[in-house]
């Protein structure tokens, strides 16, 4: 990429440069306008992704704090911490099923897309964005770790507390 940039640029010894105008260097400005778009639009997106995460990671701590007295009455029923446990484990991976699912459809379909639509605008076939199996493996993984960290320091902070100090906290 940039031998082809560095091509179509004539320097001189005093560091000015002549532009080479020719049919290549259009498609390779509009290249580069679409990888200037796609970041400006990924970036939101990421940013949007981040507070859908902060959101999640509230809903999971919420829902956990707000059942400390039924953790109370289970733990005085006779129930371990280790079932406890396995209770929200249960609701957290409802959450993380739906999301591994969302995410992993959502940005291979969103790639293609992409590179098809960018690929039909220019006459050279371009993928700029390649959805691969390590890619879909950090999703998945990245899918994992957010719903679980919510779900687990606060069900281990309260599990942990004696019955009766569960029950009566509000």
Known sequence: MENAIRDNYILSDDDSYYYIDNSFNHYLARYLSYIEITTTVFFFVGLGMAFFAVLLFNMISTSVSSKKQEIGILRAVGARSK???????????????????????LTATVCTAFNTIVSSQLVIRLALFIYTPLSALITIAIAI?????????????IAKKCPADSIRTL
Do not use: G, Q
């Not at 396995?86 to 099923?97: G, L, R």
């Open 83 to 105: 079932d406890i446990f396995n209770i929200f484990m249960a609701e957290t991976f409802t959450i993380m099923a739906i999301c591994i699912v969302l995410s992993v459809i």
């Open 145 to 157: 770790v957010t719903p679980l960290v919510p779900m687990t320091l606060p069900v281990y902070k």
